[in-house]
């Protein structure tokens, strides 16, 4: 696609409130909300984190957790054991190696234990004020379907987030990324609904149709 400027123009317009609905208001939380919503939705994490960010309100606290607390805390997100080595390992290396304040720097955030790419980008472009592009399966295939991504990127996050961010400027990339995922959930599901999308008019598979 020679111009994309116009496709994410569009989803602006569709999804003017577009951000992500995870709960938060500090680096630290989004970090740990982010987490915590691996394979779970983020209603449900915003249910939990309330209790969790009071009883744990620092990187020094949850990296002193006791396990056992902590994965009754977050059983309702599911993969509670595999989360609370996460939470408390990402907890620890936040202390240890950045005095406590979660770096705003993917290759920093990336050594954290639990923290991929997304995870990262997420936490860059919500919490810290820098570009970040979150490449989830919404994102994937809703850029893939209109032909912003190849096929081919789409079957690698890494690849995709490379393509996606040379198609707009680095302050818009978040805003994209939130857009992409709102559209994906409401409007271009698995089965989508493309009698109410307002990118039609650029959309290879709608063509193809
Ligand atoms: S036209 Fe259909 S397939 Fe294309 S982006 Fe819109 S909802 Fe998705």
Not at 11 to 29: C, M, R
Not at 102 to 113: F, G, K, S
Not at 157 to 176: G, M, S
């Amino acid at each position: 696609m020679k111009d994309a400027l116009p496709v994410f123009d569009a989803l602006d317009v569709q999804h003017p409130n577009a951000w992500t609905e995870l709960h938060f208001s500090n680096a630290f939380e989004l970090l740990a909300a982010t987490i915590l919503s691996a394979q779970c939705t983020d209603a449900r994490v915003n249910q939990v984190t309330p209790a969790l960010f009071k009883k744990y309100p620092s990187p020094k606290k949850l990296a002193a957790a006791d396990p056992a607390e902590l994965e009754t805390l977050i059983q309702p997100t599911g993969f509670f054991r595999m989360k609370t080595r996460s939470l408390i390992g990402m907890a620890n290396a936040v202390v240890d190696r950045h005095g406590g304040q979660v770096p705003p720097d993917m290759d920093a955030l990336v050594d954290l234990p639990g923290v991929g790419r997304k995870t990262a980008n997420v936490v860059l472009g919500h919490a810290l004020g820098l570009p970040g592009f979150p490449v989830d399966r919404h994102v994937l295939r809703v850029a893939s379907r209109i032909g912003l991504i190849s096929a081919k990127a789409a079957e690698d996050a890494v690849k995709a987030e490379k393509k996606l961010t040379t198609l707009l400027p680095p302050d818009r990339w978040t805003r994209a990324s939130d857009t992409l995922i709102l559209h994906g959930r409401r409007i271009c599901k698995p089965k989508p609904l493309c009698e109410r999308c307002a990118v039609r008019a650029h959309c290879a598979y709608y063509r193809k149709r």
